[in-house]
């Protein structure tokens, strides 16, 4: 059974960093695709970083430059660097493991940026 579970979330000022953490059991890990994405109440979740299993990335516009998706293939687990943030980054963040036939989230960290 695949679990897929992250952490780091938390409150933090603007300007300042966080570092998420996910973590995917039960998977072949280096074989899948990896994605953070948020959501806000009442608006619909939004993919901020992708990483392929050939570690290409993708990013969403209003984060390029600040934050920095990476792999640990040793450690099952994929990082999202968060530096610079704003209140607009304030959401859940949840963790996404896939392939061509398979589709996994998390439970989501709630990240809170205060101005």
């Known amino acids: 059974q695949v679990r897929v579970v992250e952490s780091g979330g938390g409150l933090v000022q603007a300007g300042g960093s966080l570092r998420l953490a996910c973590t995917v059991s039960?998977?072949?890990?280096?074989?899948?695709?990896l994605d953070w994405h948020r959501q806000v109440p009442g608006k619909q979740r939004e993919l901020v970083a992708r990483i392929s299993s050939g570690g290409s990335t993708n990013y969403l516009d209003s984060v390029k430059g600040r934050f920095t998706i990476s792999r640990d293939n040793a450690k099952n687990t994929v990082y999202l660097q968060m530096n610079s943030l704003k209140p607009e980054d304030t959401a859940i963040y949840y963790c996404r493991s896939w392939d061509w036939n398979s589709n996994y989230w998390g439970q989501g960290t709630q990240v809170t940026v205060s101005s």
């Open positions: 039960g998977s072949a890990f280096r074989l899948t695709s």
